[in-house]
């Protein structure tokens, strides 16, 4: 018996009803896709769907006309690395919000924990994943050895392909046979040889003749006989910490409240006042400051930009955009921790970057023209975009954070420019406590003691982004221009 790979009855049929499956996830070109789920379908429709629809034999007698139209357009279509990328998206958010994969497949963000089940997001119009669509996360997982995400995708791609065997959709890159495939060798990796076995005898029933898979249930069979405990003993698959971090649990624990601030009353010295740092710039529009933490001393500045500010800034960036890098010893690399895209803006780019400037200089008191404070960078986070744990300020005397020849960072100064729907909070470890996003809102705080050593409880992350499409600005202010504005200290807790 095989597996039947039934063919639409006429060509127009399948070519329309793929189209009308693309246009149903982007029915709105002008706004970014929020929801995580969509983003990766709609990336892989038009990444390996499309291709497969166009070389399929349903596509014969078009061929020409289709190959034409999408040779044209390919260059301008997601890599397999977007992909890919989008896939490892799907998983991060997985672990850090523990998000069950049968949930995601139907199109929920439900969080599981023994028999609670927690709603963490509910869309406005439900995007299910087909059988297909959760192969190839497992896929991915699969490739790179990750055997703890590969099996419950691939868990849930069989379970979709039984629903729906004996029927081929063109576009489809897997079968129920792949998937059986995958799935068992995952399991005899992760030491499950008795699933492995059983996966292996239904990938028989439909391919009878794969002479590979006959040969692995004798493999599979002969390891059971030696050793019968392997039959009941369930291995347990542990989640790879990489890049193995030690505050990987905080981390997480902080990023699953979806920001969790102290409440004031408990904490009389944390305040809410207008701010005008006794500049004459904020006489008459102070400034709306809400003291979130002590040590490290952390403000949030409400409605430090407008609508209108905040949305030319992105406009700004957007045409120069690449993937955010990291400082490793003397070098910029890029890497797995923080998956993000970052400009740099000068101020002469425009005439209200100096205006946001002379903004933030008021209200910090400190100087924030170069060589004493960097450009404007600005950070867009998409699918699952996120950046783990890490200090803003040098840790190492070769980071090329002295090339400015100014110091080390002293100050951040974050400005959110968007909202986000879910997750995107930022994540102070050490301290306990994480922010949510706050459109137009400015996060600042301190990373230098006075006496100049780093604070060790600024440690912070940007949480990975559930629904949403997070937009940062950061203003980052070096030691030296500081001296009278910040003057020095001999003790460090100061």
Sequence with gaps: MTLCKRP??????????????????????????????????????????????????????????????????????????????????????????????????????????????????????????????????????????????????????????????????????????????????????????SCALSLSQEFLLYSPDNKRMARNVLKYERLLAESPGQAVTEAVIQRPNVPHLQTRDTYEGLCQTLGSQPTHYQIPSLYCSYETNSSPYLLLQPIRKEVIHLEPYVALYHDFVSDSEAHKIRELAEPWLQRSVVASGEQQLQVEYRISKSAWLKDTVDPMLVTLDHRIAALTGLDVQPPYAEYLQVVNYGIGGHYEPHFDHATSPSSPLYRMKSGNRVATFMIYLSSVEAGGATAFIYANFSVPVVKNAALFWWNLHRSGEGDGDTLHAGCPVLVGDKWVANKWIHEYGQEFRRPCSSSPED
């Design 8 to 193: 639409c009855r006429r060509e127009s049929i399948c070519l329309w009803r793929f189209y009308e499956k693309v246009l149903s996830l982007h029915e709105d070109s002008t706004t970014p896709v929020a929801n995580p789920l969509l983003a990766f379908t709609l990336i892989k429709r038009l990444q390996s769907d499309w291709r497969n629809v166009v070389h399929s034999l349903e596509a014969s007698e078009n061929i020409r006309a289709l190959k034409d139209g999408f040779e044209k357009v390919e260059g301008d279509l997601p890599a397999f690395e977007d992909l890919e990328g989008a896939a490892r998206a799907l998983m991060r958010l997985q672990d850090v919000y523990m998000l069950n994969v049968k949930g995601l497949a139907r199109g929920v963000f439900q969080r599981v924990t023994g028999s609670t089940v927690t709603d963490l997001y509910s869309p406005r119009r439900l995007f299910s994943l087909t059988a297909d669509d959760c192969f190839q996360v497992g896929k991915v997982a699969y490739d790179m050895g990750d055997y703890y995400h590969a099996i419950p995708w691939l868990e849930e791609a069989v379970s979709l392909f039984r629903g729906s065997y004996g029927e081929w959709k063109t576009e489809d890159e897997a079968s129920l046979e792949d998937a059986l495939d995958h799935l068992a060798f995952a399991y005899f990796q992760a030491g499950n040889v």
